[in-house]
């Protein structure tokens, strides 16, 4: 039989795969996870309190969602989206989440507008207080709550995966001082849908989509070559 060492075994109340999972993702988004930090299980056994079996399963997990990625011998890190796939992913979102909002059009009830309210509301007192982290957090929660509402599940799977991108094409591009979403343009997407006007809505969101994307700094070295003799003329 194998030798029983303290990784192995899980500690009393010791969180699920789910759970593990779900934290991680948090940290991702909050920025306490930066883009490219390696993941050891080691580690991470010891911090949950479970056997390096649930971390790989979690790990896994995140990984399948292309927000980790795991390198032959060398370990599994936060993702880090290039410039090229940082512009796919609003393209892809500028695609979907359109698409979420005319479904969600005209069948809106009370209380989903009434969520996605005090989503805003949250996300206002987080930048109010200047807590960055849950800003970035709660902005972002604001797009998925649109696509759980949406009641597709593949939909919602897409937009969680992209949502969390986001997250990291922000923590590697944003320019210092520039706010996640800017926040009166989640109100006007909130008030389109509650008057059932899809078109405009699905306007808003394009337009805040690129907005967002115009505030990052997407023209990095390495989208092409530095000319030296024009830097230092
Ligand atoms: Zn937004």
Known sequence: MAKTTSTDVDAPGAPSVDEISERILQAIWEHRLPPGTKLVEEKLSEVFGVSRTKIRLALGRLSHDSILTVEPNRGTFVASPTVEQARQVFNARRVLEPALLRDLSGQVRREQLARLRKNIALEGEARERNDRRATIRLSGQFHLLIAELGQNPYLHKCIRELC??????????????????????????????????????????????????????LEMPGDEEIDFRAVFA
Request: hydrophobic content about 40%.
């Open 164 to 217: 969390s991108l986001t997250c990291l094409v922000i923590a590697l591009y944003d320019a210092p001082g520039t706010p996640a979403c800017p926040h009166h343009e989640h109100d006007a997407i909130v008030d389109a849908l509650e008057q059932g006007d899809a078109e405009r809505a699905c306007m808003l969101m394009i337009e805040h989509l690129t907005h967002i994307e115009n505030t990052l700094r």
